[in-house]
């Protein structure tokens, strides 16, 4: 049956505030019409943008630490190849091509952030500690599988019953991309473009070497003073990728990072060396012994002013989770409720406010656990039913907190604080599991 082309005349007056009482919200694709939306098209580019985009997260993410929302970009191609294939109706497809895509950077982020240790224990144990694909693969695979199905219960109280109460900064600038192009696809001209520039400039730098990625005060005399009396230094990245993160992230959040660092290097580094400079603090790490003045800025901040970075990010988690109950008890609320409902309810809903059965993501959500459970008996525990129960407690309820964390923060800033979330889950992982016996050999 040929469809045809409807034309979209923009987003609802209603779409980006809060409705009045009694007022109903129409969205752009009407839920009494069927749209193509999850068919072989989208489904494939989706697939390539979540590969494309995946290789991109975790590049950036290893070399600076921050992953990128890939929304908005995967969104702008989604248009432009629609643009470019002349496809009828095409946004509920570019819909589904975005939303697939877009959870590249997240499972990633996850990922990246504790594999490199595990491979670094692994080359310092040898004998004791071993790293299979497998087990990155099928913890990988779990973990986002059991985070999907607790986010689903989410989605009518954020989307629905909250409209226009939070910003959704990046789902935003998505949507106007989305809407927009279907007036044609030359959006994707300046991510083209974009692309060009950034892999000559890298391609010049990493080749070449014309001018040093990293930019630091020691290159002039003076620089190289304050770095060794005052321990004062500074130091740029210069690369595409990361002027790129700035602008994805925006200024006010880059700003944010960025006097995160100026404060440890310019006020946390010096103000150690002034105050402890003739001490050697090594009480928690005895391989160290120059006292705290003897060492370069670099040292200090390996030592010492990286771990209170790392604590101010596992507290952002805490107080992520503390913000977040009122949250967690009204979706769980919803929830409780659609589960006691009658089968009949769901068959009149409209198609914009239909979502997977309570009972299915129930059953999926024990599935998950039990397939957890096992990998975790059998082979990361080896055997071991005390650590096995304590440990799956932890995993459901430490990824049905951050579920909860993260919606909130996307719902609010755009951005996932998944490296907080991960150092909160190691930290708390490693007290837990250690006060209940999990111990490695005795040497270590």
């Known amino acids: 049956?040929?469809?045809?082309?409807?034309?979209?005349?923009?987003?609802?007056?209603?779409?980006?505030?809060?409705?009045?009482?009694?007022?109903?919200?129409?969205?752009?694709?009407?839920?009494?019409?069927?749209?193509?939306?999850?068919?072989?098209?989208?489904?494939?580019?989706?697939?390539?943008?979540?590969?494309?985009?995946?290789?991109?997260?975790?590049?950036?993410?290893?070399?600076?630490?921050?992953?990128?929302?890939?929304a908005i970009p995967i969104a702008i191609i989604a248009v432009g190849v629609s643009g470019a294939t002349k496809r009828k109706n095409a946004l509920g497809e570019n819909v589904i091509i975005q939303s697939i895509g877009a959870s590249s950077g997240v499972i990633v982020a996850g990922a990246i952030f504790t594999l490199p240790a595990l491979y670094i224990l692994q080359e310092t144990y040898p004998e004791e500690i071993t790293v299979t694909f497998t087990q990155v693969f099928i913890s990988s695979l779990l973990g986002g599988v059991l985070g999907i199905l607790f986010l689903i219960p989410f989605r009518?109280?954020?989307?629905?019953?909250?409209?226009?109460?939070?910003?959704?900064?990046?789902?935003?600038?998505?949507?106007?991309?989305?809407?927009?192009?279907?007036?044609?696809?030359?959006?994707?001209?300046?991510?083209?473009?974009a692309g060009i520039i950034g892999g000559l400039y890298d391609f010049i730098v990493a080749t070449f070497g014309w001018w040093n990625e990293n930019f630091t005060t020691r290159v002039c005399g003076f620089g190289e003073m304050l770095a060794d009396k005052a321990k004062l230094v500074f130091k740029v990245n210069t690369g595409a990728a990361v002027l790129g993160l700035g602008y994805i992230v925006g200024l006010?959040?880059?700003?944010?990072?960025?006097?995160?660092?100026?404060?440890?290097?310019?006020?946390?580094?010096?103000?150690?060396?002034?105050?402890?400079?003739?001490?050697?603090?090594?009480?928690?790490?005895?391989?160290?012994?120059?006292?705290?003045?003897?060492?370069?800025?670099?040292?200090?901040?390996?030592?010492?002013?990286?771990?209170?970075?790392?604590?101010?990010?596992?507290?952002?988690?805490?107080?992520?989770?503390?913000?977040?109950?009122?949250?967690?008890?009204?979706?769980?609320?919803?929830?409780?409720?659609e589960m006691g409902g009658k089968s009949n309810v769901e068959a009149s809903m409209k198609r914009t406010q239909r979502d997977i059965s309570m009972k299915i993501i129930a059953i999926g959500s024990i599935i998950t656990l039990l397939l957890v459970f096992l990998f975790f008996y059998f082979d990361v525990m080896q055997g071991s039913l005390l650590h096995t129960v304590v440990a799956i407690l932890l995993v459901a309820g430490i990824a049905f907190l951050f579920t909860t964390v993260a919606a909130n923060a996307i719902a609010i800033v755009g951005t996932n604080p998944v490296s907080g979330m991960t150092l909160m889950t190691l930290i708390l992982a490693s007290v837990v599991m250690v006060s209940v016996g999990l111990k490695g050999p005795e040497e270590w």
């Open 252 to 337: 006010k959040y880059a700003s944010i990072i960025c006097a995160g660092s100026l404060a440890v290097w310019w006020i946390i580094i010096p103000g150690m060396s002034m105050i402890w400079g003739d001490s050697v603090l090594n009480q928690w790490n005895p391989s160290i012994v120059a006292t705290v003045g003897s060492m370069a800025p670099e040292e200090i901040f390996n030592y010492y002013a990286k771990s209170i970075g790392i604590g101010g990010i596992a507290m952002a988690g805490i107080i992520g989770i503390i913000k977040s109950w009122g949250i967690i008890k009204s979706a769980v609320g919803l929830a409780a409720k």
């Open 1 to 70: 049956m040929k469809q045809e082309e409807e034309k979209l005349t923009g987003l609802p007056e209603n779409a980006f505030r809060e409705l009045k009482p009694g007022e109903v919200y129409n969205p752009l694709m009407s839920p009494d019409k069927k749209y193509p939306e999850v068919n072989l098209w989208s489904v494939l580019w989706g697939i390539a943008m979540a590969i494309l985009f995946s290789a991109a997260a975790a590049y950036l993410g290893l070399k600076v630490g921050q992953v990128f929302e890939a």
């Open 156 to 193: 009518k109280y954020f989307v629905s019953d909250m409209h226009g109460k939070y910003p959704f900064p990046e789902a935003t600038a998505t949507t106007q991309v989305l809407v927009s192009g279907e007036k044609g696809g030359s959006q994707a001209k300046p991510l083209l473009l």
